[in-house]
């Protein structure tokens, strides 16, 4: 009978200390939610691999002893290989940036309750990220979260960013200082809320985990299936998924959603869809999608947006119903032309000068305008009606509309396999990189504030920078500020009968 004791005993040692050291397989499926969309997500986790799911179809897997990432399209049975990076050295920057202050406020508010079994404590805390003019990405940024932690750290082996100092995609370093104040910790949560304030402008998450286990998972799990055809580059990737854009003087060809993958909105929200575009300037404005450049400026502006398709008014309405839309937004580029007393020929003379002197081209300005309507769902008279307009001079820039839609373009073919959503990317890229595991700092979790998704959020945005099509032309631009413009007034129309 002791020795039968000792048996039990030790068995529960062990299963204890696997636990506590993060070498049991976990198994977590979340739900995440922000501007009106839901997602759902599983994180599977056995000694040194993962495997992430978004949707189904799709599927990531880190396999660290193998110094690899892998992502498995599982309708076309095919894979993609990321070798592993290893981390740059100061050396490897190309410039050097200013100091960002970053301020970590814990509080522990007292409250217990049990969450899977585990005791759970609710956690407040505030990141206070300050970056002075000489900083690669200046600015002030306020990160809040409230939400429910255990104690407990998965077996992730990842190796998260020194702290002292930050990489942008440029090459530049930023010396990164950081503090905490208030006596609280953090852990692993099961539930928060996440918002970011940044330039005014307020973005808001929610998670919430429906599924926590940490029973023993196949190790097939984690491992390429027999059959699968390996692809050799992002090229393959672009052409399997087949992201397309448009033809001038036609309706955009841009893919959306798939009515029945689409999660169920959130109670309460408002969803526009947008219909297809006509381009009726007969000007070439690149390869994105002009109707995912206005999906991409909603979703900037808070807005819950979808594509949808269908070329009558008849076939739009059926998918709106069907993807539980409230309004559909449709717009059509009216014209696209340079402006009455435009550089002419002066301009090809300032062109001349400069090449002469070493110079970039001077570009002529072209003028755009977008007519648009927003129409209930069901109505027969349209909410707001009006024009915008804009120039390739008018403020194209990093988060103008179609650069914002590479994001919906390269990911609307991923959402038909249930993908994270731009808005998703969009909430979870703009927390400094504290929410997607690119920060080491005292009191925070190994892995960011969602030490499950991080390193796989970062390889999305990787997949997505690397399918990202090339920028619109000089029309394009002008169409964008005037789709950026339109967005904007929609939104607030929205915002104002909402309240």
Known sequence: MRTKNYAILGAALCIATAAADGYADLRVKSRYTTSGQTTETTIYVKGERQRFEPGPGFAIIHQHDLKRSVQLMEQQKSY??????????????????????YTLNIIDTGEQKTMFGHAARRI?????????????????????????YIDYEPGIATKPEDA???????????????????SGKL??????????????????????VIDFSIAGLDAALFE??????QLQSFTDLRSLLAVDGSAPGTAVNARGPVAGTLTPKAPGA?????????NRSGKSLGPTSPRDALVAAFASSGIDAIPLDGQSATDVETAARKLECDY???????????????????????????SVTGGGPTKEKIEAKVDYKLMPVGGSKPAFASSATGSNGGGFNMQSAFTLAMNVTTFSSFMKMGMFNPNMMQALGSTGGLGMGGMAMPGMPRGGLDPGLGSFASILQTTQSMLAPAEPTEEGKAVSDAIDDA???MSEALKKKKS
């Open 224 to 229: 390429v299936p027999a059959g699968y055809n």
């Open 164 to 182: 002292s100092s930050q990489n942008s995609p440029a090459g530049c370093r930023d010396e990164v200082r950081h503090k905490q104040i208030g």
């Open 187 to 208: 852990g692993y949560p099961l539930s928060y809320t996440l918002k970011t304030t940044k330039d005014d402008k307020t973005t808001t998450m929610e998670m919430e």
């Open 487 to 489: 967005a904007k007034k």
């Open 270 to 278: 408002v969803r526009v869809g947008v219909a297809n575009l006509n």
């Open 328 to 354: 559909v937004a449709y717009a059509e580029v009216a014209e696209v032309k340079k402006p009455s007393g435009g550089l002419g020929k002066f301009g090809g003379m300032l062109n001349k000068a400069a």
């Open 80 to 101: 993609l290989v990321t070798p592993a990076q290893a981390a740059s050295s100061p050396s490897d920057s190309n410039s050097t940036g200013g100091v960002v202050n």
């Open 124 to 148: 407040k805390s505030t990141t206070t990220r300050e970056a002075g003019p000489g900083s690669c990405n200046p600015g002030n940024e306020v990160i809040e979260t409230d939400g429910w």
